[in-house]
């Protein structure tokens, strides 16, 4: 009798267990329906068109328009919120933060028109209109506007194809203007329809090899200034630029220039490694290159080095930013070309400007909104198209600079447009005798912090495919062309050859339950996890089991079956084999095909299937094609619950 009444308290205890076992798997069969794709359609468009439309309060909401047109405002223009409580103490940190940013940009901004082959008085513009907007409309703190080596090297070298700055400069200033413009309203509709997810199919790895690359070809370049070049190639791959430097060594160059322009250098560079060993110099480094401008102006004026062939910038308009709208050229028969060139520009300053603001603010432990921040970048642009501005975005040095002098808002770029905006004015006259090769030197300066070796480093040894991108683009910049639009396919074809790969040919893993828990992981990663010789868990490390993988992840299922019986010396001890469904998101025919295909080829080998944890999408399919049906039920909540299912029907049977 005492046997009897252990043996049905046992009986009891497992019918219970099963019964809690069934009515979980019931939650996971008996869930509601998921969204239609009509719904989901519905619902990215309402998200993508009227992102903002759950923060506005209506008038009957709130009775008052006035808080919604103040929450639109917010929204919009951010000044509006930091403004409420900018206090004297603020100011006074932004104040220097945008003089000793000031003192930085405007040898920079001419530098940088030179290179993207324009007046010098555009790299000024730029470095007044963009940042006084970007203030209003940003959402970063730190970040520094106006003309970049990059963007600028995009446009000397892509714009000329269609026409030669030299032979016809004016109609190039309009080109650049008309690229600006379009840069502008691709970025503002990146942000304001929400695909902001462009930007990122340039992996990091591709820009981190682009940007170096584009750098090393930058510098190559600025041997024209150094050396008092004055015929110099159009190309920008390296080995055209090496020829026309050897070809100069040997005819046209000027020591005079290279001697100026090496030791302005030199002292740059010094005064870069004093603030780096002093936190407290922080302000030398920034100031070095205006100092050097002023200094070999005087230099240059005072012993007219200028009649010794030191080659100089002469005239610089005076005056504030003049109107541009009538010089953009919407009917040009390039047009086509040109809104190309200005996608490409666009990605690429958006690119570089957002990875700036992401990074200063993850230091200060501030969120900046990326698709604000779009929206800011291209209705800068494309207000500075309309005053005579190229391309402007947020530059890492200048920012480097704003940051270490202690900004604290937007402000510092209204105090630098400012500062420009006088020197514009007053000040022009008095550079005419700035040597070119003072401008070049500036812009080498700049250029060690875009050599990123400790990334791409670090980028080999993480991940050897990711390694594979950066290179790529790096070679590509360097030996190819810094067209951009051939350039950019190239990363994203490595990019996207990854993310196919990974798709494609998904892993799979073999889990053991850990010692003393109920957490099932991969056997490989934790050896001390231990696998029960009757039942195969597997997962596949994808998050879509589609036409494109659903062969190749039943193939590998059944490869793992195999092997596991194999490894038990002809014996089948393998009865169950369990598909945790927890990393799926979706699935479609093809999929479910090849789990109907690997159920019957399981059953013939005396194995059953079942699965756990399925995601809404996937559980709902699997439910209207039937074949929850087909493996008998078997879908647990968890795998621990598939495991003592499986077994104790497997025991009861017996």
Known sequence: MASLAIETGHQEIHDLERNGHAEKAQWVLNAPEPPSLWQELTGSVRETVLPRARRFPTVKDKGSLSKTVISF?????????WCRNYKATNFKNDLLAGLTLASLCIPQSIGYATLAKLDPQYGLYTSVIPPLIYAVMGTSRDIAIGPVAVVSLLLSSMI???EDPEANPILYRNLVLTTTFFAGIFQAAFGLFRLGFLVDFLSHAAIVG????????????????LLGITHFTNKTDVISVMEAIWRAVHHSWNPHNFILGCSFLTFILITRFVGRRNRKLFWLPAIAPLISVVLSTLLVYLTRADKHGVLIIKHIKRGLNPSSVHQLQFNNPHIGEVAKIGLIVAVVALTEAIAVGRSFASIKGYHINGNQE????????????FTSCYVATGSFSRSAVNFSAGCETAMSNIVMAITVIISLELFTRLLYYTPIAILAAIILSALPGLVDLHEAYNIWKIDKLDFLACAGAFIGVLFASVEIGLLAAFQVTISFVKIIIISIRPGAEVLGRLPETDIFCDVDQY???????QVLIIRVKSGLLCFANANFVKEKIMKLATEEEEGSKGKRTIQVVILDMSNLMNIDVSGITSLVELHKNLASSGMELAITNPKWQ?????????????????????IGEAVDACLGAKMAAV
């Open 374 to 385: 779009m929206v800011a970048m291209g209705f800068m642009n494309i207000l500075g198209s």
């Open 73 to 81: 405002l917010h929204a919009i223009f951010p000044i509006f919120c």
């Open 527 to 533: 050896p001390m996890a231990a696998k029960n010789p």
């Open 160 to 162: 000329p194809k269609l």
């Open 618 to 638: 996937v559980i709902h399919k699997l439910r209207v094609a039937n074949f929850v049906t087909k493996i008998g039920g078997r879908v647990f909540l968890t």
């Open 210 to 225: 682009f940007v170096a690359g584009a750098a090393i070809v930058i510098g190559l370049q600025q041997m024209k200034g």
